[in-house]
């Protein structure tokens, strides 16, 4: 199947599954899929972006913004490909030397890109034609990411016994250490991002300070 068709049939429990099974992925074409969403959800968010300042009456600050959003988006971009592919071969390590499942970690690579991406895709969509409603829209898109969030965890789950050939405990088990790899790699690329921005910080203060004539305590 082409890329749309695979896009397509991630979002449904009765699809997935068989297009996980027929589709010989790669990490190379789990990649593809990933900045291919990713660039569709730039393209969503900068249109957003866009329109709210043609609609403020500010044409220039709303290209100002999309130019800023853009390389803000083209890194998040590259941030994202890298965590994926950390998060996928570290879970796909526990999967397979502790929990005893046996996939082809290339082909698990591209079936979760590939149902990231529909998610993703789908999710910017919706929360794009919700945020022009009035009053409502706001709430809407929240209960819309909700539900979307619990029903992606559960393609997941599906997902991942297919791949592995858990049971419906091994399936429960795997999409928990998923979760908590997720959160980790993460959590540790959130300090990590942190820290450089406050030691650019840091040392932008020292340099102003030099220029103007402080000098240190320590």
């Not at 393209?43 to 709210?52: D, T």
């Not at 959590?187 to 220029?211: D, K, N, P, R």
Request: charge should be positive.
């Amino acid at each position: 199947m082409g890329m749309i068709e695979n896009l397509m049939a991630a979002l449904f429990a009765n699809k997935l599954v068989p297009m996980a099974k027929k589709e010989k992925g790669s990490v190379g074409e789990g990649i593809k899929y990933l900045v291919v969403a990713g660039i569709i959800v730039l393209i969503i968010s900068m249109l957003r972006i866009l329109i709210q300042g043609l609609l403020a009456g500010s044409v220039a600050m709303g290209a100002l913004l999309d130019v800023m959003f853009f390389v803000m988006g083209i890194i998040s971009l590259v941030i994202t490909l890298v965590i994926t592919y950390i998060v996928v071969w570290l879970f796909h390590w526990i999967a397979t030397s502790l929990l005893k499942g046996k996939a082809d970690f290339g082909q698990v690579f591209f079936c979760v890109a590939v149902l990231w991406s529909a998610v993703q895709i789908l999710t910017n969509i919706v929360n794009f034609v919700l945020g022009f409603i009035p009053v409502v829209g706001g709430l809407l898109s929240m209960l819309f990411g909700l539900a979307v969030m619990l029903y992606s965890l559960y393609l997941l789950y599906l997902l991942l016994k297919a791949l592995y050939g858990f049971d419906n405990g091994g399936g429960i088990i795997a999409l928990i250490v998923l979760i908590i790899v997720s959160a980790v790699v993460y959590a540790v690329f959130a300090m990590v991002i942190m820290g450089l921005i406050l030691g650019m910080v840091g040392l932008g203060a020292l340099g102003g300070a030099g220029a103007m004539g402080f000098t240190p305590v320590v």
